[in-house]
T-cell receptor
Framework: QQQVKQSPQSLIVQKGGISIINCAYE??????FPWYQQFPGKGPALLIA?????SEKKEGRFTISFNKSAKQFSLHIMDSQPGDSATYFC?????????????FGQGTRLTINP | DGGITQSPKYLFRKEGQNVTLSCEQN?????MYWYRQDPGQGLRLIYY???????QKGDIAEGYSVSREKKESFPLTVTSAQKNPTAFYLC???????????FGDGTRLSIL
């Protein structure tokens, strides 16, 4: 119940296309769903996040779609650019004894071809 | 500039040796975390600390130890009991419960 399953493992998209990464969870206690972007040799950086009372959140070219009943959420990158090539992680969070604990998906390596 | 500094960037361990990874933050964050990242896997939680002089085990704490003597510092020791220590180690911090975690740029540990 602590797992977050992420797919696909790798994704190749042409420049200007839409990149879509999917995640699914089982534990309904999760209350915060962030996406992180990681470049080689760097730590993950928060990209966008959503709470389960909202079905969609958009920030620039990045959109999270959230389906609470299906326990799924996805990241859409519109007009994908070569600079978006990175590894993306979804995560789910819940608070245990006052501490936020994040459970991460396995990651998706995204390559945008010019 | 405020941020999280991890050092060294690369570290090599000999068999039977303990090594300590440094994590310092000047963000005035209360909570700090250590994660391990292996190829093709997500981040897994090793230890976390919500306040000074207090810390809790995460999902894979065996073979690791931590201390939190100062708010800005949360060093991780990889002991000789950790039989598979080769990985990318990430430190994170956050201000309060409803704030996101911010990550350092990691330390890559390898075995000689």
């Amino acid at each position: 119940q602590q797992q977050v399953k992420q797919s696909p493992q790798s994704l190749i998209v042409q420049k200007g296309g839409i990149s879509i990464i999917n995640c699914a969870y089982e534990n309904t206690a999760f209350d915060y769903f962030p996406w992180y972007q990681q470049f080689p040799g760097k730590g993950p950086a928060l990209l966008i996040a959503i709470r389960p009372d909202v079905s969609e959140k958009k920030e620039g070219r990045f959109t999270i779609s959230f389906n609470k009943s299906a326990k799924q959420f996805s990241l859409h990158i519109m007009d994908s650019q070569p600079g978006d090539s990175a590894t993306y992680f979804c995560a789910a969070s819940k608070v245990i004894q006052g501490a936020q604990k994040l459970v991460f998906g396995q990651g998706t390596r995204l390559t945008i071809n010019p | 500039d405020g941020g999280i500094t991890q050092s060294p960037k690369y570290l090599f361990r000999k068999e039977g040796q303990n090594v300590t990874l440094s994590c310092e933050q000047n963000l005035n964050h209360d909570a700090m975390y250590w994660y391990r990242q292996d190829p093709g896997q997500g981040l897994r939680l090793i230890y976390y600390s919500q306040i000074v002089n207090d810390f809790q085990k995460g999902d894979i704490a065996e073979g690791y130890s931590v201390s939190r003597e100062k708010k800005e510092s949360f060093p991780l020791t990889v002991t000789s009991a950790q039989k598979n220590p080769t990985a990318f180690y990430l430190c994170a911090s956050k201000r309060t419960v409803n704030q996101p975690q911010h990550f350092g740029d990691g330390t890559r540990l390898s075995i000689l």
